[in-house]
């Protein structure tokens, strides 16, 4: 077997507006595929449990302020310090189930008013997911839905110019699925979807690289 013939698990991203439904959706995609035997892990960025996931905790729970670049970078750093990790589980046949990753990175930081270039720069060389489901809801439907936290950017107005900016970062690995239905029709294409992926992976899809 070459290198590029081996099984190996699949990277899934899910990204969308703060109240589009990521975390519920990825939860119940993994006890699905958990169900059907399949070796799945839960991810999260930011990853609050490590030292650089307190310092980006803080920033948003507002007890602590920090230039925008200064937390764009803390994010990527967070991304980077489980980046061998990652490559580790996904080469032995994990597939990685992850709530958010570098396009929410550059989306919430360009919004800001950061340089889209400037944000993106830190992070080439992360692993490229293979498919990034993208859970599509107006900011106003994010909204309605059961409030905001108290947590930074959960605003509608700021809300509005993330979804501006996510949309310039869609490209061929992305699928986007209506997130304003209800959630059990959600759930049933997310499934499909990443079913597909995950056989395309354990066929021998080659990793790569962001951002390609
Ligand atoms: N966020 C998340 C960023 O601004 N940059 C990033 O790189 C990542 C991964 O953090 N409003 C923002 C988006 C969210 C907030 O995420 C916390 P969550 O999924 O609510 O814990």
Same mark, same amino acid.
């Given at each position: 077997?070459?290198?590029?013939?081996?099984?190996?698990? &699949?990277?899934?991203?899910?990204? =969308?507006?703060?109240? !589009?439904g990521?975390?519920s959706?990825?939860?119940?995609?993994?006890?699905? @595929?958990?169900?059907?035997?399949?070796?799945?892990?839960?991810?999260?960025?930011?990853?609050?449990?490590?030292?650089?996931?307190?310092?980006?905790? &803080?920033?948003?729970?507002? +007890?602590?302020?920090?230039?925008?670049?200064?937390?764009?970078?803390?994010?990527? #750093?967070?991304?980077?310090?489980?980046?061998?990790?990652?490559?580790? +589980?996904? +080469? #032995?046949?994990?597939?990685?189930?992850?709530?958010?990753?570098?396009? !929410?990175?550059?989306?919430?930081?360009?919004?800001?008013?950061?340089?889209?270039?400037?944000? +993106?720069?830190?992070?080439?060389? @992360? /692993? #490229?997911?293979?498919?990034? $489901?993208?859970?599509? /809801?107006?900011?106003? %439907?994010?909204?309605?839905?059961?409030?905001? =936290?108290?947590?930074?950017?959960?605003?509608?107005?700021?809300?509005?110019?993330?979804?501006?900016?996510?949309?310039?970062?869609?490209? !061929?690995?992305? %699928?986007? $699925?209506? &997130?304003?239905?209800p959630l059990y029709?959600v759930e049933?294409?997310? %499934?499909? /979807?990443?079913?597909?992926? /995950?056989?395309?992976?354990?066929?021998?899809?080659?990793?790569?690289?962001?951002? !390609?």
């Amino acid at each position: 077997l070459s290198a590029n013939n081996e099984s190996r698990g &699949a990277l899934v991203v899910f990204e =969308g507006l703060d109240r !589009s439904g990521k975390t519920s959706q990825c939860g119940r995609l993994v006890s699905y @595929l958990e169900g059907l035997g399949h070796s799945v892990e839960l991810w999260r960025f930011p990853d609050r449990t490590t030292s650089v996931g307190q310092m980006i905790s &803080a920033y948003l729970t507002n +007890k602590s302020q920090l230039d925008d670049h200064t937390i764009h970078l803390l994010f990527s #750093a967070n991304r980077w310090e489980k980046r061998s990790m990652m490559e580790t +589980k996904l +080469k #032995a046949g994990t597939t990685l189930i992850v709530d958010r990753y570098s396009y !929410s990175g550059v989306a919430f930081s360009t919004a800001k008013g950061l340089d889209f270039e400037w944000c +993106k720069a830190p992070e080439i060389g @992360l /692993i #490229a997911p293979d498919l990034v $489901v993208y859970l599509d /809801i107006t900011p106003e %439907k994010a909204a309605e839905r059961g409030g905001y =936290g108290g947590e930074r950017y959960e605003q509608l107005e700021f809300q509005r110019k993330v979804a501006q900016h996510y949309k310039l970062l869609k490209d !061929s690995s992305w %699928k986007i $699925v209506d &997130a304003c239905q209800p959630l059990y029709d959600v759930e049933i294409q997310v %499934k499909e /979807i990443v079913l597909q992926h /995950i056989i395309a992976c354990q066929k021998g899809k080659i990793l790569s690289s962001l951002w !390609s």
